[in-house]
């Protein structure tokens, strides 16, 4: 009986992790027509994930349960440079 319990809780950590790899990473989805510098896009997200790298723990504008810190800050930072960020 015990050892059923250590091979359930083995096999929904092991679940868990392979889960968590198949996640996707968050990218903007930015709109070239609404900005006047579209040329500039892919530079300024990679400048804005420069500077947000070191953002942790600070919800800008949701409460925390719903915000992950770093694509509300890129998203900031995109919204200020003129570009227009649809996700």
Do not use: F
């Not at 015990?2 to 968590?20: A, F, P, Q, R, V």
């Not at 990473?25 to 510098?37: A, M, S």
């Amino acid at each position: 009986m015990k050892t059923e319990y250590i091979i359930l809780i083995i096999g929904m950590i092991i679940l868990s992790l392979l889960m968590g790899g198949c996640s996707v990473k968050w990218q903007p989805i930015v709109d070239p027509r609404v900005g006047e510098n579209y040329t500039e896009i892919t530079r300024d997200i990679l400048e804005c994930k420069e500077l947000t790298k070191p953002i942790k723990n600070k919800c800008l504008t949701k409460p925390y349960w719903e915000c992950n810190q770093k694509e509300e800050a890129l998203r900031i930072c995109l919204a200020n440079r003129g570009h227009s960020v649809l996700n």
